[in-house]
């Protein structure tokens, strides 16, 4: 009985190595052959990377990125190799030129965009604020709010006098 | 003022720029691949392989070149190529086009059955059991029909079934192929 539950449990490594196997002659070769496969888009069945697929034509094409591996052949030029026949749709990871710099950058552009707008946001209104405490003629300290009515001009400001007095009614609270 | 008027209208034009897209997004094939070799005009690309019903005979490319034809990737496994046999079958016949055939990743001995079952349009048949020629004309399912020109060069592309709407567009492209070349 023992027995049996250990092979059950050697049952799925089988079904793993059904798949295919590859030998590969230098342990690096291994680990490009699944970072190329990872990369490479199954033209067959689309949204999967012909390491996942199980269709006939990601196999040949595993087999072909294998075959070219033993030969020595650059990670590039197996791209090359791919990118030749089935068009720059087999990239997952797109190659950066004329038509795939606005993928590459525009998020980027954007996030620039963003920034600009929110620091010409923030100059425009700080300026706002000093030009119109300017015209008050009273030492505020920028961080007043606008009270500035619809018609855009700014109320009457006070008076020295009525400045003082509003002074000491304020510093009156203050002081409790 | 003036300024932050216009500004208000910004995420509107920003907005409809990209339901126009997405819009457009919509109507696009995605498994509609294009290409490669039709796009750059590139010549068939190099092979040797045995010929389906002349065994013991090689063909290579240059047996393929010569005028404008047509070549179609087909296998006995593959339902649509079954479909659009007959068509091929009637062009052949009765218009006198030139139809190349490459057997793909299938077995001889099935293909030669099918094709004194189905009879045989084509001018000649590559074996490309291993599916190596497919490999290299960027051949992502059967069938495929491309259009050759006079010297071999791949112009278009159709991926599947050759029928009375297909065949419209090839034949646009074959006539439009055989203009150019005439001095």
């Known amino acids: ?176 | 003022m003036n300024n932050r008027k216009i500004l208000v209208f910004v995420p509107l034009l920003i907005f409809t720029l990209l339901g126009v897209l997405l819009w457009v997004g919509l109507y696009l094939d995605p498994r509609e691949l294009p290409s490669e070799l039709a796009k750059h005009k590139r010549p068939l690309p190099a092979f040797s392989l045995p010929s389906l019903t002349n065994p013991g005979q090689t063909l290579t490319q240059a047996d393929l070149v010569g005028e404008v034809a047509l070549l179609n990737v087909w296998a006995t496994w593959c339902p649509t190529c079954k479909v659009e046999h007959g068509f091929l079958n009637r062009l052949a016949r009765e218009q006198g086009v030139t139809i190349f055939g490459v057997n793909y990743k299938d077995d001889p001995e099935t293909a030669r059955n099918w094709l004194r079952r189905y009879q045989n349009p084509y001018r000649a048949v590559v074996v490309d059991q291993e599916g190596s020629l497919g490999l290299d004309l960027g051949v992502y399912g059967a069938p495929e029909t491309y259009v050759l020109d006079a010297t071999g060069r791949i112009r278009y592309r159709h991926v599947g079934a050759v029928d009375a709407a297909a065949w419209q567009t090839l034949q646009q492209v074959m006539a439009s192929v055989a203009q150019e070349e005439r001095p």
Not at chain 1, 72 to 99: E, H, K, Q, W
Not at chain 1, 112 to 118: E, M, N, T, W
């Open chain 1, 1 to 176: 009985m023992r027995v049996f539950l250990l092979t059950l449990l050697l049952l799925p490594g089988l079904s793993w190595g059904a798949i295919d196997v590859y030998e590969f002659s230098d342990p690096q070769y291994e680990e490009r052959f699944y970072q190329l496969t990872r990369e490479l888009r199954c033209p067959k069945c689309q949204n999967q990377n012909i390491a996942d697929s199980d269709a006939p034509l990601a196999a040949d094409l595993r087999r072909e990125v294998h075959r070219m591996l033993e030969q020595g052949a650059s990670d590039d030029r197996i791209i090359d190799f791919m990118v030749t026949r089935y068009g720059d749709f087999v990239l997952y990871r797109p190659r950066v030129n004329g038509v795939t710099w606005l993928l590459w950058y525009g998020p980027f552009v954007l996030l620039g965009i963003g920034v600009l707008v929110v620091v010409l946001i923030s100059r425009n209104r700080r300026q706002r604020v000093a030009s119109a405490t300017e015209r008050r003629g009273d030492h505020g300290d920028g961080a007043q709010p606008d009270h500035r009515r619809d018609d855009g001009t700014a109320p009457p400001s006070l008076g020295p006098e009525e400045s003082a007095r509003l002074n000491t009614l304020l510093q009156q609270d203050s002081d409790k």
